[in-house]
């Protein structure tokens, strides 16, 4: 060691390694990871922080889900080895287990709203925008709630597919267009054939003769009813009318 | 929050480097290195979220930084002498390049395990003096220490580093 002091200069100089940026960022939850998960639905990738789940997509490529993320949530993002029990908590929630956290501090309180209250349709059942809309305290912005669940940062996982038209119409899909919304529905248990007549001839509930109970035609109390039970309603009024009150499980209209 | 992420996410680049060679200097490998260095912005982003905007502005982040890498090291090895297994340090990272700058990068590791070996407050006086480049006085304040005292160590760690031990205290 010719010249000490120099050497421990040169020591200062010293690098951080590559990626320590991000790794500490991500520590924060000022950075996401991501990795890419094998599912039902085939390859999903999907965005982590210290806070949550922040973002999911089918992207064909990791250079597309990158790029696709800078755009979207706009926070640095590396690839990295998942916490070990993220790729269970995956499948228990795609099998209609409820046990992700999210990470949505990108989005509005109202985006926000939206997101939550729709996570709360079980696997299965499908509610319509307009139900959204009034859960939340917001009846008046269907549309809204259209755009917000459109613009969904973490399709599948919070479940905007289980969101549909009163016409039955399937509505319009961020997770992969009208198909993948059918196909997904479909691979839950929804009857979506028979959804759609019953929404085509103009009936949004189902009535049980036996409980005096109205539905949404998914909803998990009223699957079971005996076929010879049940009856087709157009309205809310046509419901009361026929001495039936709303379910209190899926909430078609206010519970007095 | 939001003025804090900014804050943060600048200071993270900004001071990266200098705190990563302080930490490599002070724990001798790589390895745990990266660990002191990720904690110690990890505590500062927690401190940042607990200050008033007035005392965020009047600090003095440089100081502020290493103060807090130096208590993290204090911390952690309290009751625990830094690893001898790793001499020829780190390999968290063998980034291949050229052989020049795989021996200087050994020698450094190397340099560093010697630095990282000393006790504990000869350590954090050179590395803070002659690693790090502080003035005695700034060593002083960082570590809350006199400027005599700084000196003296500094003196001593150097002078085990030259492998002249005739003097060495015990510790």
Request: hydrophobic fraction near 40%.
């Amino acid at each position: 060691m010719i010249d000490l002091t120099t050497d421990l200069k040169r020591l200062g100089a010293v690098k951080a390694p590559p990626g320590f940026a991000e790794r500490v960022l991500a520590q924060v939850g000022m950075a996401d990871s991501y990795a890419r998960f094998e599912t039902v639905l085939g390859d999903v990738y999907v965005a982590w922080n210290r806070l949550g789940v922040s973002a999911a997509a089918r992207s064909a490529s990791a250079a597309e889900f990158e790029e696709w993320f800078g755009k979207d949530v706009g926070r640095p993002l590396q690839a990295a080895s998942p916490p070990a029990d993220l790729g269970k908590k995956i499948q228990d929630e795609l099998n209609g287990k409820r046990r992700m956290r999210f990470d949505l501090r990108g989005l509005t309180p109202f985006e926000q709203a939206v997101l939550r209250k729709t996570r709360q349709i079980p696997r299965g059942e499908v509610r319509p925008y307009g139900w959204v809309a009034r859960e939340i305290g917001r009846p008046a912005a269907v549309r809204a709630v259209g755009s917000a669940l459109a613009h969904n940062p973490i399709p599948y996982f919070i479940p905007c597919h289980r969101v549909v038209r009163t016409d039955g119409q399937i509505g319009n899909y961020g997770g992969g267009g009208p198909e993948a919304k059918k196909a997904i529905l479909t691979l839950e248990g929804v009857r979506l054939n028979r959804l759609q007549e019953m929404a085509k001839a103009g009936y949004r509930y189902q009535g049980v003769r036996t409980t005096k109970i109205f539905c949404y035609p998914t909803c998990y109390t009223g699957r079971h009813a005996l076929e010879k039970n049940i009856v087709w309603l157009h309205d809310e009024a046509t419901a009361r009318a026929a001495g039936f009150r709303p379910c209190k499980v899926c909430r078609p209209a206010v519970v007095a | 929050m939001e003025g804090v992420d900014r804050l943060f996410e600048r200071m993270v680049n900004e001071h990266k480097d200098r705190v990563f060679a302080t930490s490599l200097a002070m724990t001798g490998n790589r390895h745990d290195a990266e660990e002191v260095a990720q904690d110690t912005f990890f505590r500062a982003y927690r401190a940042l979220g607990t200050y008033s905007p007035e005392r965020i502005r009047d600090l003095k982040e440089r100081a502020w930084l290493h103060r807090i890498a130096v208590n993290v090291v204090r911390n952690r090895v309290r009751g625990v002498k830094p690893s001898l297994v790793e001499l020829n340090g780190s390999e968290s990272d063998h980034s291949p390049g050229p052989e020049a700058q795989a021996m200087e990068r050994m020698q450094l590791d190397e340099l560093a395990t010697r630095v990282a070996e000393l006790p504990v407050r000869y350590r954090e006086a050179v590395v803070l003096h002659h690693v790090r480049d502080l003035s005695y006085a700034e060593v002083a304040e960082a570590l809350g220490q006199p400027v005599g005292t700084v000196k003296a160590n500094v003196h001593r760690g150097l002078k085990l580093l030259r492998g002249d031990n005739d003097d060495r205290l015990d510790d």
